[in-house]
């Protein structure tokens, strides 16, 4: 499974319904707009009165905000920048690592022997090379050994650290895979609730 993020930036929404595009426009453009219902004394949903001017500054609008679970190959996702679930050594590796460096070619190795390694629940960022992402997020999760010896923290960590990274690119699309359940033994129904609540909690703040 991947969960994917989006975050848009609008200059002016409609009145009378809440826009629901991905992707940048300018003013007077036309929104992609769902009906949203509800509104105050001026008729104007909640949720269509924020979004408006949201490119000005730091952060993303709450309102412009998706989050999408998917089932998918993460190393052909369009989006602006996809997660690895890497190693410490930031060399490669099995499963997801592996997979994203055969993708990206060799100059993705390259540029992570530079960045000299990863600690557990931090990320470090790099070009995406041969794949469709520009950037690559690389993020290292904990080893299970059971959940009493802080690996729930370490994984929330590993999605906080990335989205920090890309809010502070300017990365607008992310996905993420399932981290650390796959050779580090997380249970996987517990890391994906983790993680869903983990990013909406990260957004619902910046």
Not at 68 to 88: F, K, Y
Not at 133 to 145: F, K, N, Q, R, S
Request: charged fraction near 20%; glycine fraction near 12%; proline fraction near 4%.
């Amino acid at each position: 499974r991947l969960l994917k993020v989006t975050a848009a930036y609008h200059h002016e929404c409609h009145r009378s319904a809440r826009c629901e595009s991905t992707r940048p426009h300018d003013r007077g453009s036309p929104c992609r707009l769902a009906d949203s219902g509800g509104g105050g004394d001026d008729g104007i949903p909640a949720r269509a009165r924020a979004c408006r001017s949201v490119r000005a500054g730091r952060g993303y609008d709450r309102a412009m905000i998706a989050i999408e679970l998917v089932q998918g190959d993460i190393t052909r996702q369009d989006v602006d920048a996809i997660v690895n679930a890497a190693n410490s050594s930031l060399r490669g590796g099995a499963g997801v690592d592996g997979a994203i460096h055969a993708a990206a070619g060799p100059e993705l190795l390259a540029e992570c022997r530079t960045l000299g390694g990863c600690r557990t629940g931090r990320a470090k960022m790099t070009r995406g090379y041969a794949l469709p992402a520009a950037h690559v997020i690389h993020t290292v999760g904990p080893v299970y050994h059971g959940g009493d010896s802080g690996e729930a923290g370490l994984l929330a960590g590993c999605y906080r650290a990335s989205l920090a990274l890309a809010e502070a690119n300017e990365v607008e699309t992310v996905a993420f895979p399932c981290i650390s359940t796959g050779v580090f033994g997380y249970p996987k129904r517990e890391a994906c609730h983790l993680a869903v609540e983990e990013v909406a909690r990260w957004l619902s703040s910046h």
